[in-house]
């Protein structure tokens, strides 16, 4: 059986992770409240963050930044987004 949790960023009951994808109270914290499709969504974001905005994820500047926006994103909050990205047409 699925385990399901009240997606913060989605606003209903969705299937969760399986493991905390951090470790420490953040993870669990992300673990307890956000669904695998919001986390999966972060996923694709977040590696568009990294390529567009060319961050080097040995900058503790850069990875202050991810964290950032990653509670932001996974929160529902208004998130920066890749320069000049245009979402492909269906």
């Known amino acids: 059986m699925t385990r399901t949790v009240n997606c913060r960023k989605h606003k209903q009951e969705l299937p969760g992770l399986d493991r905390p994808p951090y470790p420490g109270a953040k993870g669990e914290d992300i673990f307890n409240n956000v669904s695998r499709q919001a986390w999966d969504e972060w996923q694709k974001h977040q590696t ?7 961050l080097n994820m040995m900058n503790v500047e850069d990875r202050k930044f991810l964290q950032q926006e990653m509670d932001k994103f996974l929160s529902g909050e208004e998130y920066a987004q890749a320069e000049g990205y245009v979402p492909p047409s269906a």
């Open 48 to 54: 568009m963050l990294i390529n567009e905005r060319r």
